[in-house]
């Protein structure tokens, strides 16, 4: 299916000289749907600057001072030029086809405001690792799920970042997000505000590959109680923001107290 729309991605990076460059490889490998790349280096203390200068003349390097994900994102975001704009953690990389079958699900429903597609595993070689992000059993949120939104946002299942297309159009109603709240998991502001705006597509095949490299977010063993603590932190100024944006929307459902809204599992 041929496509009038243009897609930016926005690789985010901090001290991941060791993969970023796999990571901008793949955006620049896009068949089909020819990408715009940009990369924002958020602060990095390592040698990844050095590794980023070869692409200078082939991406947009934006380099900045260490704010966070959701600022690297919004750094990126107000660089980018695309009508879908893909965010690339550096650590991760994206299959060949991706960019051609988001902007095909994008034109085959115009209420589709973000398309999420499953990953592959691999390790910090490269290597592919068995089964796929999500596991066995998990099924992705699509369709219309505003409703659920609105009373147990926590039982949607959302794909970490490289694991989502976004409609610009749509993140310029929401960006840029608050820094404050997001230095790192800035995905699940984004998941959560664009499916207040309109339908989730899910693609089948994996769209790009998920490192599992001991440094993860969404994927560890095991989790700190420090890490639960601001997991828990995180999730509840997302409801704030979630909240607030569906009141903007007019949707309805919605509990006069932020903090009511809960997970029901």
């Known amino acids: 299916m041929s496509s009038h729309r243009r897609l930016s991605i926005v690789v985010t990076n901090h001290d991941y000289a060791q993969f970023v460059s796999e990571a901008v490889d793949s955006a620049l490998a896009q068949t089909g749907a020819p990408a ?8 990095s203390t390592d040698e ?32 980018a030029s695309g009508d879908v704009v893909i ?8 299959e060949p086809d991706i960019g051609e079958r988001v902007l095909s699900a994008f034109d085959e429903d115009s209420d589709v405001v973000k398309v999420q597609y499953p990953l592959h595993l691999i390790d910090a ?9 999500p596991g066995p059993g998990v099924r992705l949120a699509t369709g219309d799920v505003r409703e659920r939104l ?4 926590d039982d949607l299942v959302w794909m ?10 749509v993140l310029a109603r929401i960006m ?23 339908r989730v597509a899910v693609l089948e095949q994996p769209g790009g590959s998920y490192r599992v490299h001991g440094g993860n977010q ?28 569906c009141r903007k929307l007019g949707l309805a459902g919605l509990p006069d107290d932020p903090d009511a809204v809960r997970s029901v599992t």
């Open 48 to 79: 990844s600057l050095a590794v980023l200068a070869p692409y200078r003349r082939r991406v947009q390097l934006v380099a900045q001072p260490n704010g966070g994900q959701a600022a690297a994102f919004n750094a990126g975001w107000a660089a």
């Open 125 to 133: 070689e490269g290597n592919q690792c068995p089964g796929t992000l």
């Open 150 to 153: 609105t009373r147990h946002p």
């Open 218 to 245: 969404h994927y560890a063993e095991r989790w700190s109680m420090d890490a639960v603590r601001a997991n828990v932190t995180r999730t509840s100024a997302t409801h704030r923001h979630l909240i607030e944006e």
């Open 176 to 198: 840029p997000m608050p820094t404050a709240d997001y230095r790192i998991c800035a995905d699940y502001y984004l998941s959560n505000l664009t499916a207040a705006h309109g």
């Open 36 to 43: 715009e790349v940009i990369v924002v280096d958020d602060g």
């Open 87 to 94: 965010f690339l953690d550096a650590d991760d990389v994206l």
């Open 160 to 169: 970490p970042t490289t694991g989502n297309a976004f409609r610009a159009d």
